[in-house]
């Protein structure tokens, strides 16, 4: 996955062009989080954000163009990943930093209208994998430095590892609806980790 794929909207200038992809990117989040992907127009965007309708149009182009960009946005903002030097104690932080963000009611219907889009617009998909992408690219080092530790067995694959610390609050999230808080995240953290030691996520030697 090419991580430099420049989205409609997504150069990152600074002055007067910064501050309207930052107010037109929070309305958009917004309305996404509120109504959903279908209902994203561009017009109510650049009226909200007090921002020029041409502006607006000749940026992002579509709704998928801006969203696509909102996750860039997103990508942009989170968290570094934890050092702790242990592999448990950097999963549990970032399950934690999942369950936190997933919990957060604005968050979680942004997520859930974005995967929705994803599965019938191919731009929001392709936008969302780059998102993730970034985000589990950020996290590999920690799992890189466990195999360099002997807490994990060489051929561990740093990306199977993170998607099993996240499935269960996803799954909670998008399918069972049970709560995503502390407990389930330091589950997940523990589980993944208990896997990893015994080399559940060995993809080579």
Not at 12 to 38: C, I, M
Not at 160 to 185: C, F, K, N
Request: net charge negative; hydrophobic share 45%.
């Amino acid at each position: 996955m090419d991580y430099d794929i420049a989205w409609p909207g997504s150069i990152r200038p600074g002055g007067r062009t910064a501050r309207v992809r930052e107010s037109v990117l929070e309305v958009a989040g917004d309305l996404l989080a509120d109504r959903g992907f279908a209902h994203l127009d561009l017009t109510e965007v650049a009226t909200a954000a007090g921002v020029g309708k041409t502006t607006v149009y000749r940026r992002w182009r579509t709704p998928a163009g801006l969203v696509a960009d909102l996750l860039v946005d997103m990508a942009d903002q989170s968290l570094p990943r934890a050092d702790t030097g242990s592999l448990l104690d950097d999963l549990t932080a970032n399950a934690r930093l999942v369950a936190k963000t997933l919990a957060d009611g604005r968050q979680s219907n942004l997520f859930r209208a974005v995967i929705a889009a994803a599965t019938c617009d191919d731009v929001t998909a392709t936008a969302l994998h780059s998102f993730y992408n970034t985000r589990l690219a950020e996290w590999e080092p920690c799992v890189d430095a466990a195999i360099v530790r002997g807490e994990a067995p060489v051929g561990t694959d740093p990306r199977a590892v993170l998607s099993a610390v996240s499935a269960p609050m996803y799954y909670r999230l998008l399918a069972s609806g049970d709560p995503i808080d502390r407990d389930i995240a330091d589950r997940s953290a523990r589980a993944a980790a208990i896997a990893t030691i015994a080399g559940a996520f060995v993809t080579s030697a």
